[in-house]
């Protein structure tokens, strides 16, 4: 059974205004537990508006969020339960670090939960650890940290509460690409060590072909695609029309093909990038 589902899910902000917005149009989706799912799409497509109405945040104006088959929705008690199974991490999190210290920071979520205080500590300690915060910077306050390290902070205080569903929005954006391949590293080893599902936001066509089993591509509020990365990259003409791209390395090798070489056009990945062309080298004699 999936673990998250949408049935016909419609958000209209500013209903009755003349502001009046629809955010998300008629979502179905279904995502099963432990799948990785990246989502992707021009901006103002949508995609804070859908992922915040997974824990909760936001109620549809139509339609239905499913948790484990259940609406939830459908009582306080469940929408609770939800809030700390489906772990959100908003876009630029950092602004809302508030507490004293890193500690204070990253144990809000596990305190609201109602754990003990040892409980607390043990949940802080293993999620910093996890997004490679050294124990010595949990007393230090957040506003002496640098982004990326904030950016940590704000991650762990998610992963604290150790949720079924951990939900990242943008979680690199404005990093630079050190601080990137770190954060995106941790994601992808949260959820090989723990099997969560997790669901990434992301403008880097890059971490979402690297990470992701399945992308969704949202458009104008709709789902555009939803299916397997290859499935996904294969629709280049389609992606580029509604104001994306393919990751870049795939787009040399598909303007490689269009030049008349004989190479695979669902390469992702620098690595397989080089093997291809050490295969097309040996072909043409150019490579022993
Ligand atoms: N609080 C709000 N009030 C009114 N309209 C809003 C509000 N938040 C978002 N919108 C509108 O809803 C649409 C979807 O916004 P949303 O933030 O979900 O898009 P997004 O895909 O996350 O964009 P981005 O890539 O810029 O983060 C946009 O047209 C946006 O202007
Ligand atoms: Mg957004």
Redesign the pocket.
């Known amino acids: 059974m999936a673990i998250i589902q949408t049935e016909n899910l419609s958000y209209v902000?500013?209903e009755g205004t003349p502001?009046r917005?629809t955010?998300i149009d008629n979502i179905n989706i279904s995502i099963e537990e432990g799948e990785f799912v990246g989502i992707i799409?021009?901006?103002?497509?949508?995609?804070?508006?859908?992922v915040q109405h997974l824990n909760g945040l936001l109620k549809p104006t139509s339609g239905r969020v499913l948790f484990n088959g259940q609406d939830i929705n459908s009582s306080k008690e469940f929408t609770r339960t939800v809030r700390f199974s489906v772990g959100l991490c908003f876009?630029y999190p950092e602004y809302q670090l508030f507490e004293s210290t890193v500690y204070r920071d990253i144990a809000f979520g596990p305190k609201n939960m109602g754990l003990s205080e040892k409980e607390i500590e043990e949940h802080v300690l293993k999620a910093a650890d996890f997004v490679g915060l050294k124990k010595e910077m949990l007393n230090k306050s957040p506003f002496d940290l640098s982004g990326g390290e904030k950016r940590r902070v704000a991650i762990a205080g998610v992963i604290a509460m150790e949720p079924k569903v951990l939900i990242l929005d943008?979680p690199t954006a404005g990093l630079d690409p050190q601080g990137r391949d770190t954060i995106s590293d941790m994601i992808d080893n949260y959820r090989i060590s723990t099997g969560s599902t997790v669901i990434v936001?992301s403008?880097s066509m890059e971490d979402v072909a690297k990470n992701a089993s399945k992308v969704l591509v949202?458009n104008r509020?709709k789902v555009e695609f939803f299916t397997g990365v290859k499935e996904v990259f294969s629709n280049y003409e389609r992606l580029v029309e509604i104001g994306l791209n393919v990751p870049q390395i795939t787009g040399i090798f598909i303007d490689l093909k269009s030049r008349g070489y004989d190479v695979r056009t669902d390469i992702y990945t620098v690595a397989e990038a080089k093997k291809e062309l050490v295969r097309l080298f040996r072909e043409r004699g150019a490579l022993k």
């Open positions: 902000y500013s502001f917005k955010a799409g021009h901006t103002g497509s949508g995609k804070s508006t859908l876009q943008e936001v403008h949202m509020g």
